[in-house]
């Protein structure tokens, strides 16, 4: 953080922005996606203290520095279980989709304990799982994704514009109240609710009651067309 900037204002841009990451995680609930709900609110729970013990200079059960690599994991393993939902496996091949969820999380752990400050280490694993989707679909489904294309524009305009503040807002000291790394946490939360419905049902649907289908169904908008 630079230094002299108010408290107040650090706790609106880096705490109180969380609060754009909570819709997803209601999404996700009812939709009875557990792993996916799980994963989210880690990251979601990991993300905030961190940012609360940074912002006031404290500890909350842990210091700043352990929540931060808990942050890390949570970040890493929910892109992980997010291209994993990408990849399309969860009605085809249900058992592939659970056990490469679990390798996902599994990777996030091992990697954050070797070297958590290495950003290598962040950025690695996160474009191998980003490779999952081409390999399922090249070789397992054998076809185009089936992606609705206005989720998949508007999740990826903005999930763009959360990554680049992200990388400005790097730089500390010449990020004033942490203007940059809010946007991180607005644009990033605003993204999810599409990303997490890009791809046409019912295959994102495996695995869930017929009453709780009929609620996915109902939060897609029906006048999207697919990718292909």
């Known amino acids: ?63 700043e520095l352990q929540w931060h690599r808990l942050d890390n994991i949570g970040a890493i393993a929910a892109f992980g279980v997010w291209f994993t939902y990408l990849a399309d496996l969860r009605e085809s091949h249900p058992g592939w989709d659970m056990a490469v969820k679990y390798v996902v999380l599994t990777t996030a752990i091992l990697l954050q304990e070797r070297d958590p400050w290495n950003v290598d280490f962040t950025i690695a694993p996160i474009v191998v799982f980003g490779s999952l989707p081409l390999w399922t679909h090249s070789f397992v489904h054998r076809r185009w994704p089936r992606y609705h294309r206005r989720q998949f524009l508007l999740g990826w305009l ?13 730089d500390d000291d010449h990020d004033p109240y942490r203007m940059f790394h809010s946007v991180w ?44």
Request: proline fraction near 4%.
């Open 158 to 170: 903005l999930l763009g514009i959360a990554i680049a503040g992200f990388i400005v807002g790097l």
């Open 1 to 63: 953080m630079a230094k002299g900037d108010p408290v107040w204002a650090l706790a609106i841009t880096m705490i109180a922005t969380h609060a754009f990451f909570v819709p997803n995680l209601f999404t996700l609930f009812r939709r009875r996606w557990h792993f996916e709900f799980f994963i989210s609110c880690f990251g979601f729970t990991t993300s905030l203290f961190y940012h609360t013990c940074q912002v006031f200079q404290s500890e909350l059960f842990l210091n």
């Open 185 to 228: 946490h607005i644009a990033g939360g605003m993204s999810l609710p599409y990303l997490w419905s890009m791809v046409n049902l019912p295959a994102a649907l495996g695995g869930v009651g017929g009453a709780a289908a009929v609620g996915v169904a109902a939060m897609v908008p029906k006048d999207v067309s697919s990718v292909v």
